[in-house]
């Protein structure tokens, strides 16, 4: 048997202006949408893309914070003969990209040396001729008293304190080796040695 076909009837044309009207919301709504996720998308690239940068203020708390394994006085013993003798006349413990290093101003052959050293491993990281020598090196040729003595001076003037930095200065007329110390708490101490007695001539806590 044959099913009998289904009638249809004619499907009745829209007016031409409601075809276009529908059109033109249609493409509004996708250029909308289209706008918005290429919106979104170019918001979440920036936030991927914007890089984590360092702040040197931080670096250096962070530094304050740390304890070097190679001590202030083995590292002046390492970086003088990493090139061959000298006369140490400043030095800081520093972080530079992730590493904890102690960075040491050598005066030989009358050329300052630049010389970097891993505070972990004592292993020499990099050394080069700095070619404008600071007023440091000059001071040398009045300074009794040498770098690794000055440190232990320093560092016993505040009790339980370890070195974070020393450089050879003028203060109050006098040429002095300045140096930076820190407690178990936390404290920061500037110290001040003579440098032709070797006597502290000023200690107090750093503001």
């Known amino acids: 048997m044959m099913r009998p076909k289904r009638r249809t009837s004619a499907a009745r044309p829209l007016p031409s202006v409601r075809v276009g ?26 936030e991927r893309a914007a890089p984590a940068r360092l702040d040197d203020a931080a670096d250096e708390r962070a530094a ?29 413990l520093d972080r530079e990209r992730g590493r904890l290093l102690w960075d040491v101003d050598v005066a030989s052959s009358g050329k300052d040396y630049d010389v970097k050293l891993n505070a972990r491993s004592g292993k020499v990281v990099r050394v080069k001729v700095d070619r404008t020598p600071d007023q440091g090196m ?24 370890d070195l974070q930095a020393i450089e ?23 110290a001040k040695v003579n440098a032709r007695s070797g006597k502290v001539v000023s200690k107090k806590v750093d503001d």
Do not use: N, Q
């Not at 919301?25 to 998308?41: D, M, P, V, Y």
């Not at 000059?138 to 304190?161: D, E, G, I, P």
């Not at 050879?168 to 500037?190: H, Q």
């Open 21 to 46: 009207a529908i059109a033109a919301i249609a493409a509004l709504a996708l250029a909308g949408c289209g706008t918005a996720a290429s919106g979104e998308g170019h918001a979440a690239v920036s």
């Open 168 to 190: 050879l200065d003028r203060w109050r007329g006098r040429v002095v080796w300045e140096a930076e110390v820190t407690t178990a708490s936390g404290t920061e101490y500037d």
């Open 138 to 161: 000059r001071l040398l040729k009045v300074a009794k008293v040498r770098a690794a003595k000055a440190v232990r001076t320093a560092t016993a003037a505040v009790k339980r304190a």
């Open 64 to 92: 304050t914070r740390s304890r070097a394994d190679v001590g202030p006085s083995r590292a002046i013993t390492l970086a003088t003969a990493a090139v061959d003798g000298g006369r140490v006349f400043d030095m800081e």
